[in-house]
Structure formats: structure tokens, C-alpha cells
């Protein structure tokens, strides 16, 4: 599966990136909003791993954008943030296509990969 991972940290991003290609993924990361939908538009990805706390536009404003496009709003997204998942109603959830919500300090890379293994995108 082709993931758009889009984490402002770099270190963050290395051990996402690391397991999630050990696990048969192809990763695209991206630091921002702004080189992130670039790069869709470059190859469009299977899925997208989004932090909501980003420089200059933050995820929420990134999943509008992304969602404007429609070619892209049957990718799935799943939201791994710093961000409690409070803060995202599930009504906009739902209507953002946010298939799963992880909270960072809960969540374990083995929880993440379990979570893209149940989109059923092949590999």
C-alpha cells in the first residue's frame, strides 16, 4: 500500500516511515500540508497518515483541501496526532473520511499497522 505519512517531526517520521515500510508499505513523507498534497497530486497514495498539528496549515485544513479533489475522497485517512481525539467531532470525522483516530501517546506501531491491515487495500 502506498502511504502518504505527513508528520512535522522528523524522528517521528523515520520510525513510522521504518516500520511501515518492514511491514510491505511504500511511504511518501511529507512535513507539511503544502508538500503533501504536491505530492498526491504527483502519486496518489492508498492511504494517508495525518498529524494535525502542522506548520502554516494544520491537518484539518489539509483534510478540506484533500477532500476538495475528487479524485482523492476515497482515500482513506487515518489521523495519528498529539492532537486528544476530542477535538474532532465524529460528524466531521466522518465527513473528512477519517477512518481512524489515534492518539499519539496511546498508541503503539503494532496498533497503527493493525489499523491499515483493516483498510483491505492490498499491498
Known amino acids: ?3 502518504l505519512l505527513i508528520e512535522p517531526d522528523k524522528i517521528l517520521a523515520d520510525i513510522y516511515s521504518q ?10 513523507w511529507q ?11 504527483e502519486r496518489k497514495p492508498d492511504a494517508v ?5 502542522l506548520a502554516a496549515h494544520n491537518g484539518v485544513e489539509f483534510l ?3 477532500r476538495s ?6 482515500i482513506p485517512v487515518v489521523v495519528l ?10 460528524t ?13 501517546p496511546r498508541t503503539t506501531l503494532k496498533q497503527l499497522l493493525k489499523t491499515l491491515d483493516e483498510l483491505a487495500i492490498p499491498v
Open 92 to 104: 466531521l470525522q466522518s465527513q473528512l473520511g477519517v477512518v481512524a483516530y489515534h492518539y499519539k
Open 31 to 41: 512535513p507539511d500540508a503544502q508538500q503533501a498534497v504536491l505530492a498526491a497530486d
Open 49 to 53: 497518515i495525518l498529524e494535525l498539528q
Open 19 to 28: 516500520a511501515l515500510a518492514e511491514s510491505g508499505h511504500t511511504v511518501n
Open 69 to 74: 479533489y475528487s479524485e482523492w475522497q476515497d
Open 81 to 90: 496526532s498529539t492532537v486528544p481525539d476530542v477535538s474532532l467531532s465524529p
Open 1 to 3: 500500500m502506498r502511504i
Open 64 to 66: 478540506y483541501e484533500f
